[in-house]
């Protein structure tokens, strides 16, 4: 029997597969952020570890590291738009998959926010410099750039991709600039290094904090179905952009922190232009362009890691259908404006009403938490792949010799699992009395979450070129035949 539709009957709308390499390597390495990371959180960073920041991060490059090449190979046998939700469904089961959701869900909504607000911020600084803004010019600022985030997602993949080419390049340029000026000014301005005893309670908190920095790189993962190449190209550019972001890391904070008093730094909003104001005094502007630029480019890119998800999860029907609606411009614009509506829901209640502020202050905290429990999660899948999955994936991992990544992946969940319990212990603290009770009663609400979606869930969906069984191995055109045939039959009318 065909597969084609009938007569009168729409052809299901699906991602237009239009990314090169050359394409989501930028995405990879611009949804990182390197200027607007080390601007949104360096001044904690300093506060909770000073000198021991560089260590932390250290601390947690490491499985995040590994976590670039573990997304290689998921992203091998299971190119989709869900990532990693959909690699948990195919490895372990529905189960934890749609507990995954829920994580996945938290981790990049709950980032969104924490990116529109510095973006006002950061804008006023740049056009009113000295302006005690009101609520009201604020909120205006962070609507500005949530619209503008929502452009060029609605406008499609290639768009997307182009705007953020040119943003990634004056980023890069701007980060070799002042890496050169630093090391060139390092003879006049250096302070004096003193780590002095380790706060271990500090170094932990900003290992978690540290996964807001290191993360984005995964971007091409949630554009597999968008790329041309899914099993070749997809996790590639993330294993660029991770090992991007870490260069960039390893030269800017060692100079920010070595060029400027930490007094200065230590729980400051904008530490990178206390070191700029000391590299080009009386130019601010000099700064706040790329950081601006770099957290523009975070803003859209984290949403379109969000909506791919959103996407995916509609289509299988465990968030509503809608969310897997497709425009003209095959993108999935439901779930793009309902996820910036929403942030944008967020960020005026954060600005708006004072009793709300600090619990969403607290909810917006934990993103580095989600994040973390994200990628922990994503390497408890590749192990379970690497060891037992060709019981459900027959021939998939018995015929990889993949022992070093299987290590890998196992001290990647050690290490994860580890600092996401310290976070129970020191969190309180570092943040404020709350933060435990708000991320168990959210980890809570994401078994709730698992047990309604579970009627509601349909089938995974398997992408044209996925592994299916034990078709894979042998035969990956049937495999892609066979992904082909359920796609045609699951993807719902654009």
């Not at 179905?225 to 890391?249: D, K, M, T, W």
């Amino acid at each position: 029997m065909s597969d084609a539709p009938g007569p009168g009957i729409e052809e299901p709308r699906r991602l237009v597969q239009l990314f090169g390499l050359r394409d989501l390597v930028p995405l990879s390495v611009s949804s990182v952020g390197p200027m607007f990371s080390v601007a949104a959180t360096g001044g904690v960073m300093a506060a909770q570890a000073g000198w021991w920041t560089l260590p932390a991060i250290g601390l947690l490059a490491v499985p995040f590291i590994i976590s670039s090449f573990v997304f290689r190979l998921l992203n091998r046998h299971f190119p989709h738009a869900g990532a990693s939700y959909h690699w948990s469904a195919r490895v372990i089961g529905r189960g934890v998959s749609r507990y995954q959701a829920w994580i996945l869900i938290l981790a990049y909504f709950t980032s969104i926010p924490p990116i529109a607000i510095p973006a006002s911020a950061y804008t006023l600084a740049l056009v009113a410099p000295g302006y005690d803004a009101p609520a009201a010019v604020r909120m205006a600022v962070a609507l500005f750039w949530i619209v503008f985030a929502a452009v060029p997602l609605l406008r499609g993949g290639r768009p997307t991709a182009r705007i953020t080419q040119v943003f990634f390049a004056v980023e890069m340029v701007a980060l070799l600039a002042f890496g050169a000026v630093g090391v060139l000014s390092w003879h006049r301005l250096a302070v004096p290094i003193h780590f002095g005893p380790p706060p271990i309670g500090g170094i932990l908190i900003v290992a978690v904090v540290a996964a807001t920095i290191l993360d984005g790189w995964e971007i091409d993962s949630y554009a597999a179905e968008e790329s041309r190449s899914p099993r070749s190209h997809s996790g590639v550019g993330g294993i660029i952009g991770a090992f991007g972001a870490l260069a960039f890391y390893a030269i800017l904070y060692p100079l920010m922190l070595g060029e400027t008093p930490l007094h200065l730094l230590a729980n400051s909003p904008d530490p990178l232009g206390a070191w700029s104001h000391r590299l080009v005094p009386g130019a601010p502007w000099v700064m706040l362009v790329p950081i601006l630029l770099s957290t523009a480019g975070g803003l859209w890119l984290t949403s379109f890691i969000l909506t791919r998800a959103l996407y995916a999860m509609g289509r299988e029907r465990l968030l509503p259908g809608g969310f897997a609606r497709l425009n003209r411009h095959h993108v999935p614009h439901v779930a793009i404006v309902a996820s910036l509506g929403a942030a944008a829901v967020v960020v005026a209640l954060e600005l708006f009403v004072t009793s709300l502020s600090g619990f969403f202050n607290l909810v917006l905290s934990a993103a580095g938490f989600f994040l973390l429990a994200e990628f922990f999660l994503d390497s408890v899948t590749a192990a379970v792949f690497l060891t037992v999955g060709h019981r459900r994936q027959p021939g998939a991992a018995g015929s990889h010799g993949h022992r070093l990544l299987l290590a890998g992946s196992l001290l990647s969940s050690l290490v994860m699992g580890g600092l996401l319990v310290a976070f129970f212990v020191y969190g309180p603290t570092a943040i404020g009395g709350g933060i435990d009770e708000t991320i168990g009663a959210l980890l809570g609400l994401g078994f709730a979450f698992a047990w309604w979606t579970k009627r509601r869930t349909s089938d995974p969906v398997v992408f044209p070129g996925e592994d299916v069984g034990d078709r894979d191995v042998g035969d990956p055109e049937g495999a892609e035949a066979a992904g082909a045939a359920q796609q045609a039959a699951l993807s719902p009318a654009g």
